[in-house]
């Protein structure tokens, strides 16, 4: 608690009602106390409570003079209204004479005097009154306590007639206390300080006596003041001021034997308690051990919450502000009031005002204090903390409330009020969750398009969303996405289309003629039955039979011109006319003569005949001769046709013919040329408003998911507003997944950044419907994004899967740690003394060629909960195994003396310090059958060197582990060398495996070896990433940000190590060039959907060693800006 106000006045005092405002204080003077002036005067006074104002001074409202001091005052809403029409309640003081004034707060504001403010008086006690109190219910009630045990209870309806609960009881003795109980409008309860009689009576005004007497069990409380439990009827505390015991004690008036708790805490009298109207849990105390302790007394034992900071003089009087609970005022001896906020905070310490300087000087004199000795006194006020309460008040705390939270979840919770009979207990508050779905329609498409996904039945589902099209758009787009999985989907494209071969041929039947087209048919059958009929099973080669086949039309060449002799060949032989001159050229073999002269009469059929037998290079400029001078429409096509030449008829159709473009490239190009050129028919189509809709039918035949993704934001029919809703997004996934089952396999397609959003946003939308696995199925693994990867951690950990993780990682610690503290024989350890006998030298096998090693799918390697995984070397990484190569061998039962085999022995891995290594050790799971061969000529006990032309031995399902500690065997650092392909699954709980680690940075050994120079071609590599790196190593000033770009630079090593050996993928080279290309254009964003690309689409082994290092480098240069 903090101070936040004070008056200076000797006096007992009352807070405004809760229902007045603003918050008012009223004050009168005490009787039988004096001040520090030893005034005899008295006064009724108002003070403002504004806690906007900084200063911690009250400011006055209002102040009259008295004639009398009082005991007692409280101020009720009761409903009285002044002369002025306005009602702030009455004030009612008990004085010393047994006098009873009640004065109206209006008339104080106006500073009248005091007969005009009063406006009633009772003298009905014959003593001090001491105890009054307003019955919460009836305002227009109060009740007052004085000497010889008289309790009045007075009706400000009838003030001259007051009323008696009951009979006085014995023995007579000053009421030091009344108060209404807070739940039952009749029940009163009184309490007096004598130890000889009852401590508390509790009255029944329907019965008009007592109905229990409350007597301490020990017989020495004297009761200064009682408190009835806010929600409880039937509880109340209990105050003693005996100095022999200072305690608090809780009654139930069911069981009045004995209290249910006692709060004993204070080491003198306790004075004065106060229960928090708005929080049973809060109680406060002050006595004469000048301490304030705020009691928690429903808890057992009861709990001290917060002790307030010791006053000089004794406090007698805590009070709670009835409109605002968290201020709390304290009335003490020393002549303050002062009022605290329980809310904590901070204030600072006290310095003497100016008043109360002026009033020193005036008492002793300005020059009092000239000859007095210096003493230190701080210049300035020091900040001091208070600390808050150990629990939250019950007007803070929510008695109901709602959440939403991760996966659909709305958290409610609420907390029941226990029953007026019911004792107060801890609160238990019911925390409930459910599950909201709010989309139904999205969630149950979205689970027909899971069963589609997982049963394979594309075609079938693209045929159901094909018959519940709702537009012609969406008949076509699934139209094509059936066809793409079809056996044939280059034809069904073009019957799509309107490019049906059965109709064409039967149009140009229609069109030619039936007798034609029988001739046609005739001669056709005809040359196959003479190509059947010859006997070409006689002939060893192809060639061969066209021999026959020119035999045979000679024959019949011959046998015609016997059985119809024909006219006689006639060759022009002039000089001037153009037939015999290229008769001339054709008797020379000139043809290309004869040629140039048949296009110069404009012959082209006769130049054409002739480039054929001239040879395929005169026959092509014979072909674009003719193709220059056609005027016919469709020459274009035919040169295209001619000429394979289908991008240039992609580029200059006219965007009308998008069809007949298409369809041109579903019947003519291969599957790498098709899907370039759909992308760029796509391109052209997207760019013109009339026919951006066809776009999409270009995409989805080159099976471009990210241009379907980008061009299907600007063309679904739908309106702007709706486009973020669940059923629009939920049709663009459908395709989007439909889509990639279909391109499944397809190198270079990976998931762009447009693709990757929208995935994202369906998993969002999944998972706020508490769909978590098929959320976390639909995140794309390859994107990088921080938003994707946080979603994909929130997934995880909601499903339990990180939870798993790290319990399988801690049952790995412990079980290494239980593995190195162990003396079991293992294996790959050597007890000392123990001599393990020569085997048999197995046969070695060469190191194979890491070009013909398995590739291992990416997925199987990202995906640390895989159940299958294989563990692949490095490309480029080749482990030189030490000396002492250290192998372990298979135990035997009948070994028994020493063994320094491998040079490795306790004694000299205890002399060797450690020292640590970036190497990557390999522990086998199991023992290996056959021992390491010993080389012609060595004997046991000394270290083996590598045969040149030899394998390292590998052994059988290992698994990483971690650096050795200090004071491990150096020979056992490099122990195993990985092997290409081993099967490691997941009932090895021990396996740690990061997912990208990084590679062992070369040796020292490594680095004095000079290296080839890279090939010329991938010199702008090096170049442009060398010159990126020095520039960010210049403009940095973080030692981080330099680590990094370290980091990266050695990484690049690696890079440039693979592009000197030539084992990078072309696609990976291709997108290289294309990251070098945006660095030198500085535009590192596309640099980084670049590096994004080639990662998707790329082996995970192949580029890890260089990537991650490529793109810290772009980022750090996009955040500098270099």
Not at 490 to 519: C, M, P, W
Request: aromatic share 6%; hydrophobic share 35%.
């Amino acid at each position: 608690m903090v101070k936040v106000k004070q008056v200076n006045v000797t006096a007992n005092y009352a807070w405004s009602p809760a229902e007045l405002h603003p918050i008012q204080l009223a004050t009168a003077t005490a009787a039988q106390q004096l001040d520090a002036t030893f005034s005899t005067s008295a006064n009724l006074s108002l003070y403002s409570v504004d806690l906007a104002d900084s200063s911690k001074e009250l400011k006055l409202a209002g102040q009259v003079d008295i004639p009398t001091r009082f005991y007692k005052v409280i101020w009720g809403n009761t409903g009285y209204e002044s002369s002025t029409g306005e009602s702030k309640g009455l004030i009612v003081c008990g004085a010393d004479n047994g006098l009873i004034n009640i004065y109206d707060p209006t008339k104080l504001i106006d500073n009248t005097d005091s007969e005009a403010a009063l406006v009633n008086t009772n003298n009905k006690h014959t003593g001090p009154v001491k105890a009054l109190d307003f019955n919460p219910f009836q305002k227009n009630l109060y009740a007052s306590g004085a000497t010889d045990s008289e309790i009045f209870i007075w009706d400000l309806k009838n003030p001259s007639n007051p009323m008696t609960p009951g009979k006085k009881t014995e023995p007579l003795a000053s009421i030091s206390c009344v108060a209404w109980n807070r739940q039952v409008q009749h029940i009163l309860g009184s309490s007096t300080s004598v130890t000889s009689g009852p401590c508390c009576v509790v009255w029944d005004l329907r019965k008009n006596a007592p109905i229990i007497k409350v007597s301490d069990p020990s017989g020495r409380m004297q009761c200064s003041e009682i408190a009835w439990h806010p929600e409880v009827a039937t509880q109340l505390v209990l105050a003693s001021e005996d100095d022999r015991s200072p305690v608090v004690q809780l009654w139930d008036l069911r069981f009045a034997n004995s209290p249910l708790r006692a709060l004993e805490n204070h080491h003198r009298g306790v004075l004065s308690v106060a229960w928090c109207q708005q929080d049973p849990d809060l109680l406060l105390s002050c006595g004469k051990d000048n301490r304030v302790l705020c009691w928690n007394p429903n808890t057992t034992p009861p709990e001290i919450l917060y002790e307030m900071p010791s006053a000089a003089q004794w406090c007698f009087d805590v009070q709670w502000c009835p409109r605002n609970p968290a201020m709390v005022s304290m009335g003490s001896f020393d002549g303050h009031i002062s009022i605290h906020s329980m809310m904590g905070g901070s204030t600072y310490t006290e310095m003497p005002s100016k008043q109360q300087q002026d009033a020193l000087a005036e008492s002793f004199g300005g020059n009092a204090f000239a000859s007095a000795p210096d003493v230190h006194q701080p210049q300035s006020p020091k900040k001091v903390i208070s600390m808050p309460l150990k629990k939250p008040p019950k007007w803070i705390c929510k008695p109901c409330g709602s959440t939403f939270s991760f996966g659909g979840k709305l958290v409610t919770f609420e907390s029941t009020k226990p029953s007026n009979n019911e004792e107060q207990q801890v609160v238990r508050r019911t925390v409930t969750i459910h599950q909201v779905v709010t989309e139904n329609d999205f969630i149950t498409r979205s689970e027909e398009l899971q069963t589609a996904l997982s049963s394979t039945q594309y075609a079938d589902y693209c045929q159901k969303k094909l018959e519940s099209a709702g537009s012609v758009f969406e008949e076509d787009l699934w139209s094509f996405m059936k066809a793409k999985f079809e056996s044939e989907p280059r034809k069904q494209f073009l019957h799509l289309l309107g490019y049906d071969v059965n109709k064409i041929r039967a149009k140009i039947t229609s069109l030619i003629g039936a007798e034609e087209e029988e001739k046609l048919a005739t001669k056709m059958d005809d040359l196959s039955t003479s190509i059947d009929s010859a006997d070409t099973s006689q002939s060893g080669e192809g060639a061969e039979a066209f021999e026959l086949i020119a035999a045979n039309k000679s024959a019949e060449s011959i046998k015609s011109t016997t059985e119809s002799p024909m006219k006689p060949l006639v060759i022009p032989s002039g000089d001037t006319d153009p037939d015999s001159l290229i008769s001339q050229a054709l008797l020379v073999g000139d043809y290309e003569s004869a040629v140039n002269l048949c296009l110069r009469e404009n012959r082209m059929a006769d130049a054409i005949v002739l480039a054929i037998a001239g040879g395929p290079q005169l026959l092509e400029r014979t072909q674009k001769a003719y193709f220059s001078r056609c005027t016919s429409k469709i020459g274009r096509l035919m040169l295209a046709v001619a000429t394979k030449n289908w991008a240039e008829i992609v580029r200059s159709c006219d965007l009308g013919n998008w069809k007949e473009a298409l369809a041109t490239l579903l019947t003519y190009s291969n599957k790498e040329e098709m899907n370039a050129l759909c992308d760029e028919l796509g391109e052209r189509l997207e760019a013109n408003p009339e026919q951006k809709i066809h776009a999409c039918l270009c995409y989805v035949c080159s099976g471009n998911v990210e241009r379907l993704v980008r061009c299907w934001d600007s063309v679904a029919q739908v309106k702007d507003t709706e486009k973020a809703t669940p059923e629009a997004l939920q049709d663009l996934i459908e395709k989007v997944m439909v889509l990639r089952k279909a391109v499944e396999g397809m190198v270079g397609l990976g998931i762009g950044q447009a693709a990757a959003e929208k995935l994202s946003s369906y998993a969002s939308i999944l998972a706020s419907q508490g769909k978590l696995e098929a959320a976390l199925g639909y995140l794309p693994d390859s994107v990088e994004k921080p938003e994707i990867q946080l979603l994909r951690e929130r997934l995880r950990y909601a499903l339990g899967v990180q939870q798993q993780q790290q319990q399988s990682q801690q049952q790995n610690y412990q079980r290494q740690q239980y593995s190195r503290g162990t003396t079991q024989q293992q294996p790959g350890y050597r007890q000392p003394g123990y001599v393990e006998p020569v085997q048999p030298q197995p046969t070695f096998q060469p190191m194979q060629n890491q070009s013909q090693q398995p590739v291992v799918p990416d997925s199987a390697i990202n995906n640390p909960y895989s159940a299958n995984r294989r563990i692949q070397p490095k490309p480029g990484y080749t482990a030189s195994a030490p000396g002492n190569l250290y192998i372990p061998q298979q135990p035997t039962a009948t070994s028994g003396a020493p063994n320094t085999m491998n040079g490795y022995s306790p004694a000299m891995a205890s002399a060797q310090p450690f020292a640590p290594q970036n190497y990557n050790l390999m522990t086998p799971t199991q023992p290996i059958s056959a021992p390491a061969p010993l080389a012609p000529g060595m004997q046991p006990g000394f270290p083996q060197p590598m045969q040149p032309g030899m394998a390292p031995v590998s052994a059988p399902n290992y698994i990483m582990q971690p650096n050795g500690p200090p004071g491990a065997p150096v020979g056992a650092q490099a122990a195993f060398i990985e092997t290409p392909v081993q099967t490691v699954t997941e009932e090895n709980d021990n396996i740690c495996e990061p997912q990208a680690p990084a590679p062992s940075l070369p040796t020292s050994a490594a680095k004095d070896v000079p290296k080839a120079p890279i090939p010329q071609e991938h010199q702008i590599l090096h170049t442009h990433f060398d010159n990126l790196i020095k520039q960010c190593l210049a403009q940095a000033s973080n030692a981080q940000t330099k680590r990094k770009l370290e980091d990266c630079e050695r990484r690049m090593e690696f890079l440039y190590d693979k592009l000197r050996a030539n084992t990078l993928s072309p696609h990976i080279v291709t997108g290289l060039h294309q990251v070098a290309q945006f660095v030198s254009a500085h535009d590192y964003a596309s640099g980084l959907r670049q590096h994004t690309q080639i990662v998707s689409s790329s082996n995970f082994s192949e580029i890890s060693a260089f990537m991650p290092g490529l793109k810290s480098m772009l980022q750090i240069a996009s955040q500098m800006r270099v």
